[in-house]
Nanobody
Framework: QVQLVESGGGLVQAGGSLRLSCAAS????????MGWYRQTPGKQRDLVAF???????NVADGAKGRFTISRDNAKNTVYLQMNSMQPEDTGVYYC???????????????WGPGTQVTVSS
């Protein structure tokens, strides 16, 4: 089974920075994309950023210019560098990976357990 291990969450003052990491392990033939979703109580999970194995990225409008997503394909790891953080960035951040177990497998999705990020004023 594919496992996603997240790290880097915590409490930070507005204007500060955090870097989230997510490492995928298990039976993986290839990873098409990895990314981060954020969930606030009472709301659905919204995409924050994603990156494909080829390096194409997408960042949510509210995070553009402040958040940067990157990856290390050799380590099956994705990073989210969050700068100039604001209270609106508070939430539980979930790592996600779209992968194939074998070359003939359909694409499947795996979720991390979530890591809390809190930005104080």
């Amino acid at each position: 089974q594919v496992q996603l291990v997240e790290s880097g969450g915590g409490l930070v003052q507005a204007g500060g920075s955090l870097r989230l990491s997510c490492a995928a392990s298990g039976s993986i033939f290839s990873i098409n994309a990895m990314g981060w979703y954020r969930q606030t109580p009472g709301k659905q999970r919204d995409l924050v950023a994603f990156i494909t194995s080829g390096g194409s990225t997408n960042v949510a409008d509210g995070a553009k210019g402040r958040f940067t997503i990157s990856r290390d394909n050799a380590k099956n790891t994705v990073y989210l560098q969050m700068n100039s953080m604001q209270p609106e960035d508070t939430g539980v951040y979930y790592c996600v990976a779209d992968f194939r177990r074998t070359k003939i497998s359909a694409v499947a999705r795996s979720w991390g357990p979530g890591t809390q990020v809190t930005v104080s004023s």
